[in-house]
């Protein structure tokens, strides 16, 4: 791996799956993660969402008219790994999104003010990663607020997007919910990397540039080795279509 990262088992949080299979995450060598560089300044107060009143209240992709994608991160698992995939994606240039799971930030604070100061997208996955479609309207609220109320703590803000844990799209209700704890928007995708199901780098690279197209939303995720070898290759091969991997904010904006 071109980061030189050691990688071993862990045990993590599995993947937004609705397959039900479940991949081992793995841990990697805290003294194997270097330090990013050139990270911008704290911001007071982290971005708010935002409408976009061109897109629909589930968004699944941006403009197809413009070379540009966002590759989206489901925030779990060892921060190691986040480290080194958010190094790999400014070492190129790019900037992603992060939807952090609340009680995934609970136990690594600093990862939220890590995320945006690289200039990244930060958003709510859910307080515990739950199948959040399948709870009653109250029980889903306190996923969501719960994890806004983390953000809010930690940033100032309640993130920039909303994403329901466990399924790709929001049922009505769900994202009903969203709206009134403050998120005009459900964020989904159309490209699934399926990264979670450990298929080897070489597939979720070509299972990602197979599918991605001008204005794609790359669904990912943090705490696999696969992952982590994969985001080079998947990088160098968007900019040699001439695509730009921009934050979900810059992808709509």
């Not at 403009?63 to 986040?82: N, S």
């Not at 806004?148 to 930690?154: C, H």
């Amino acid at each position: 791996m071109r980061s030189g990262v050691a990688l071993a088992a862990g045990t993590l949080a599995a993947g937004c799956s609705t397959t039900g299979v479940v991949a081992r995450p793995v841990a990697v060598s805290r003294a194997a993660v270097s330090p990013s560089a050139n990270l911008s300044a704290k911001p007071a107060v982290a971005p708010a969402p935002r409408r976009f009143p061109q897109q629909p209240a589930e968004i699944t992709h941006g403009p197809r008219d413009r070379p540009r994608v966002a590759l989206t991160f489901h925030g779990q698992g060892d921060p190691a790994v986040a480290k080194t995939l958010l190094g790999e994606a400014e070492k190129a240039g790019a900037r992603v999104t992060v939807l952090a799971v609340g009680s995934w930030l609970d136990e690594h604070p600093d990862l939220a003010r890590r995320i945006l100061d690289g200039g990244h997208d930060l958003g709510n996955h859910t307080l515990r990663h739950l199948a959040i479609n399948a709870m009653s309207e109250a029980d889903a609220e306190a996923e969501i607020r719960g994890c806004a109320d983390r953000l809010r703590r930690l940033t100032g803000s309640i993130g920039t997007w909303f994403r329901p844990s466990r399924t790709p799209t929001a049922s009505a209700l769900v994202a009903a919910v969203a709206r009134r704890v403050g998120y005009p928007h459900v964020l989904s995708y159309d490209v699934d990397s399926l990264d979670y199901t450990s298929p080897g780098a070489p597939a979720v690279t070509r299972q990602v540039i197979g599918g991605v197209r001008d204005g794609s939303v790359v669904s990912l995720h943090f705490g696999y080795a696969d992952t982590v070898a994969a985001l080079p290759a998947v990088l160098e091969e968007l900019g040699r279509r001439g695509l730009r991997a921009v934050t979900t904010t810059e992808l709509l904006s």
